[in-house]
């Protein structure tokens, strides 16, 4: 799929995602409003916090907060890396690599591909099944799906 996307000119989930974070996000100076931002789009995508990492991201923006005495803003250089390395911690804790990142990001492409497949496969057997049920077609042969490649009809 990832090579349909491409030859088709059109975005990956990941880039529909980024692009969505970074025009939401664009105005924002705090980050303690980005990170709300963050969490409603990711409400509204439907997308869900299986490990509850928003809570801790949200404790350690509040830690970085009560150290500077003040909101943190994303122009801060030296606290935004500050809270960049308690990330980083969060994320050690809950056993994620930055180098797997690429391998989960190809993982979760796979599984969206795969997905929209079974998707499409379901739709192409209903659709057959319809034109089956037609009178003017009873007595043709439907196609075994399994039989059919599918490299033809792209």
């Keep these: ?44 995508s439907g997308l869900i916090d299986h490990i509850g990492i928003e809570p801790l991201m949200m404790e350690a923006l509040e830690k970085i907060e009560k ?42 492409e796979f599984e969206i591909a795969k997905s929209e497949l079974t998707e499409l496969k379901k739709e192409c057997v209903e659709a057959m099944e319809t034109q089956l049920k037609r009178e003017e077609f009873q007595d043709e042969e439907m196609p075994d799906v399994r039989k059919q490649d599918i490299r033809n009809f792209l």
């Design 1 to 44: 799929m990832r090579t349909v996307r491409e030859k088709a000119d059109l975005v990956s989930d990941s880039q529909r995602i980024k692009y969505t974070i970074e025009t939401f996000t664009k105005g924002i100076h705090d980050a303690r409003t980005y990170l709300n931002t963050l969490q409603q789009l990711r409400i509204k």
């Design 67 to 108: 150290d500077i005495k003040k909101p943190l803003l994303r122009s801060d250089k030296k606290n935004m890396a500050t809270l960049m390395a308690e990330f980083d911690k969060i994320n050690a804790k809950l056993g994620i690599r930055k180098e797997d990142l690429p391998k989960i990001k190809q993982e979760l």
